[in-house]
């Protein structure tokens, strides 16, 4: 498998004089031909691409999403117009590019042997020794080998993490609100109400936007939340209420809110008993 390659980039480099003239003839999109020419580079032996090719601008026009006659305008004229390429008979590069390339390996090549020259000690020169100085400066490349192999191993698993992460969303089915703070795909809401029936999944449903909106709580997954914790509470409101997965039916005075303090709420059960119920114990219920 190919590796993942990386370059610097400087943060501003849209303010580049010759990318600012480049960018006044082809715009934003002339800046994004120039972005993917420099990540072929990259990508090509040497950090030159060839155009010896009768059909090679067929291949550049491909990657830039252009006619061949433009890549070949916009090619030769960040040769010869913006001097943002250079080029010889036979490839074209940039310079930038192959001046930061060309440094960045001197600097591997040299941790590289450094390591090297660390691993493969076989014992431990004295203290003060010039052997030991040449060991330290050693110890410090090495270490700075390590340090950058590391680097680009968390850079590379990073990016392979956003595009699952990315694949994951594009397979992921679309949520529908059923409440204002409850989303759940259709196929789980189905799944509750084949589960549950749809009395039950009304209720909790009810329960969790109730609960998400005055606790301002969020969650993954509101299908999970629901399975989790959900689905007891309303058995235990069954249980509570005889069986029924709605709220208990009341009779009382209904035009008094629920913050007056002379209010009471006659139940009645199904074993017809009667029982009034006071504001904390209401409260409590639902």
């Not at 400087?10 to 715009?27: F, L």
């Not at 208990?248 to 002379?262: L, T």
């Not at 199904?270 to 904390?280: A, K, L």
């Amino acid at each position: 498998m190919k590796e993942a390659y990386y370059f610097s980039h400087d943060s501003n480099a849209r303010h580049d004089p010759k990318i600012t003239a480049m960018r006044g003839v082809y715009g934003s999109e002339g800046y994004g031909w120039y972005w993917i020419l420099v990540e072929m580079m990259r990508e090509s032996n040497g950090y030159k691409l060839d155009m010896r090719s009768k059909y090679a601008y067929y291949a550049f026009a491909s990657q830039m999403q252009c006619d061949s006659e433009m890549a070949h305008k916009f090619i030769q004229d960040c040769i010869t117009e913006f001097d943002l390429f250079a080029a010889d008979a036979t490839h074209f590069w940039s310079a930038s590019l192959l001046r930061r390339m060309q440094e960045r390996e001197r600097k591997s090549e040299k941790a590289r042997k450094s390591a090297e020259a660390r691993w493969g000690k076989k014992t431990a020169p004295d203290k003060g020794s010039s052997e030991s100085t040449g060991n330290d400066e050693c110890d410090l490349d090495a270490n700075a080998y390590a340090d950058e192999s590391k680097n680009d191993a968390l850079k590379e698993s990073k990016v392979k993490e956003s595009k699952r992460n990315k694949n994951k969303l594009k397979d992921s089915p679309p949520k529908i609100k059923f409440a204002e703070f409850v989303s759940l795909t259709q196929v789980e809401y189905d799944k509750l109400i084949s589960t549950h029936s749809e009395e039950r999944t009304k209720r909790m449903i009810e329960i969790l936007d109730n609960y998400k909106g005055a606790n301002n709580k969020k969650y993954a997954s509101d299908y999970r939340a629901i399975l989790n914790w959900v689905v007891k509470r309303v058995e235990e409101e069954e249980r509570r209420h005889g069986g029924s997965s709605g709220l208990p039916k009341y009779q009382g005075d209904s035009k008094k809110g629920y913050g007056g303090s002379d209010r009471k709420i006659t139940r009645y059960d199904q074993t017809s008993n009667v029982r009034e119920f006071s504001d904390e114990e209401l409260a409590g219920l639902i």
